[in-house]
């Protein structure tokens, strides 16, 4: 079935360094969205992409649609202790489900 | 705050026993759907329900059942528990059916011991 594979799985930075992680599908995706999900909490939807090549923002974070409709990236520049947390991608699948990437785990040294 | 909330927030039970988890989705949402989300699987969709009536199912266990009410908060029914199904359990809501903005409550998490 369809998937979606982030990478990396995890990353420790340091406080104000830009973060880059994406989301890869060998199918072609027609919406991309970008979640955070803090410890115990629910996700929360940070952007939606639909248009290839899309690139936009929200606040410090950027994400772009990819051209091929395959991939997707988030950055985040300028990190700070509150971007901790689980980032996942996600995506509606050929039959209209929504399938989630297993996420990057993001974690900030002060 | 998504405007989707979810009770109870914590549930402890035993082996054998059934659950029932609750969803309001955010104002104006028509679409609820389920996930279950443990350490090994990430976020797993189980069912949708769209206006009262079931519109698409994923891996959802033959022990487990959902449905939504008039008012259209939903309910999860989990049933014949076992350790595994140990989980955080999530509802989601959208204002369509196929409208892929979905929002998230704070989830149940569900301790089967």
């Known amino acids: 079935g369809q998937q979606l594979n982030q990478s990396p799985q995890s990353m420790f930075i340091q406080e104000g360094e830009d973060v880059s992680m994406n989301c890869t599908s060998s199918s072609i995706f027609n919406t991309w969205l970008w979640y955070k999900q803090d410890p115990g909490e629910g996700p929360v939807l940070l952007i939606a992409?639909?248009?290839?090549?899309e690139l936009t923002s929200n606040g410090r974070l950027t994400a772009q649609f990819g051209i091929t409709r395959k991939d997707s990236f988030l950055n985040i520049s300028a990190s700070i202790p509150s971007d901790v947390g689980i980032y996942f991608c996600a995506g509606p699948s050929n039959t209209g489900k929504l399938i989630f990437g297993q996420g990057t785990t993001l974690q900030v040294k002060p | 705050d998504s405007g989707v909330t979810q009770t109870p927030k914590h549930l402890i039970t035993a082996t054998g026993q059934r659950v029932t988890l609750r969803c309001s989705p955010r104002s104006g949402d028509l679409s609820v759907y389920w996930y279950q989300q443990s350490l090994d699987q990430g976020l797993q969709f189980l069912i949708q329900y769209y206006n009262g009536e079931e519109r698409a199912k994923g891996n959802i266990l033959e022990r487990f059942s959902a449905q939504q009410f008039p008012d259209l908060h939903s309910e999860l029914n989990l049933s014949s528990l076992e350790l595994g199904d140990s989980a955080l359990y999530f509802c989601?809501?959208?204002?369509?059916?196929?409208?892929?903005?979905?929002?998230f409550g704070p989830g149940t998490r569900l301790t089967v011991l």
């Open positions: 989601a809501s959208s204002v369509e059916t196929n409208y892929n903005e979905q929002f």
């Open positions: 992409l639909y248009k290839a090549g």
